[in-house]
């Protein structure tokens, strides 16, 4: 069974960091891209970052780039996402999901079709 | 920014037909795909590639799209059905993947 296990998830303070980690069994990591998403309390779905399987492609959602980092280890079958200059606007759930599709590409047709049951993040003084 | 238009709520009695919309500029070229979410739990795909049901999602759920609306049906829908569901598709520049905003499903 595949199986994405997020950890890391925590109280943060404004402006500092935080490192979530994933970790995948059930599949051949290094066959499939990854991804993060958030869900702030109550409100929807919000697509963060993701990252090709060779990590030759990644891309981030407007709201993060330049704050947020996303890396994966094929040896570990890890997937990470290095929060820098937290904001409460970040607070929310964090699921890594597997993509199923091994690239990062605009206009293409992939899902995500196994999520992780996600770690919670709250930014607050 | 490209976005995905979705109703923020639909209502139906037990064994009734839901509908729920998805509209977006980029669906008459891009395929939409379907999530629900019950309370507390991660999204689960329910339609892909506009109207194709994974293994294990009921016959009752299906897709269909035309034009800049793709449209998720629950046919006889039932109490366990209620939850959010997300539409997404991938855009055409950065950023690559996009959600709608979520339609609760309230079964009466």
């Known amino acids: 069974d595949v199986n994405l296990v997020e950890s890391g998830g925590g109280l943060g303070q404004p402006g500092r960091s935080l490192r979530l980690s994933c970790v995948a069994s059930?599949?051949?990591?290094?066959?499939?891209?990854l991804h993060w998403v958030r869900q702030a309390p109550g409100k929807g779905l919000e697509w963060v970052a993701g990252v090709s399987w060779n990590s030759g492609t990644i891309g981030y959602a407007d709201s993060v780039k330049g704050r947020f980092t996303i890396s994966r280890d094929n040896a570990k079958n890890s997937v990470y996402l290095q929060m820098n200059g937290l904001r409460p606007e970040d607070t929310a759930f964090y699921y890594c999901a597997k993509s199923t599709d091994s690239y990062l590409e605009v206009a293409a047709d992939y899902y995500f079709d196994f999520w992780g049951q996600g770690t919670l993040v709250t930014v607050s003084s | 920014s490209f976005e995905l238009t979705q109703p923020p709520s639909v209502s139906v009695s037990p064994g009734q037909t839901a509908r729920i919309t998805c509209s977006g500029d980029t669906l008459p070229k891009l395929y939409a795909y379907w999530y629900q979410q019950r309370p507390g739990q991660a999204p689960v795909v329910v339609i892909y590639k506009d109207s194709e049901r994974p293994s294990g999602i009921p016959e009752r759920f299906s897709g269909s799209s035309s034009g800049t609306e793709a449209t998720l049906t629950i046919s006889g829908v039932q109490a366990e059905d209620e939850a959010d569901y997300y539409c997404?598709?991938?855009?055409?520049?950065?950023?690559?993947?996009?959600f709608g905003g979520g339609t609760k499903l309230t079964v009466l």
């Open positions: 059930g599949f051949i990591f290094d066959d499939y891209a």
């Open positions: 997404q598709s991938s855009h055409t520049t950065d950023p690559y993947v996009v």
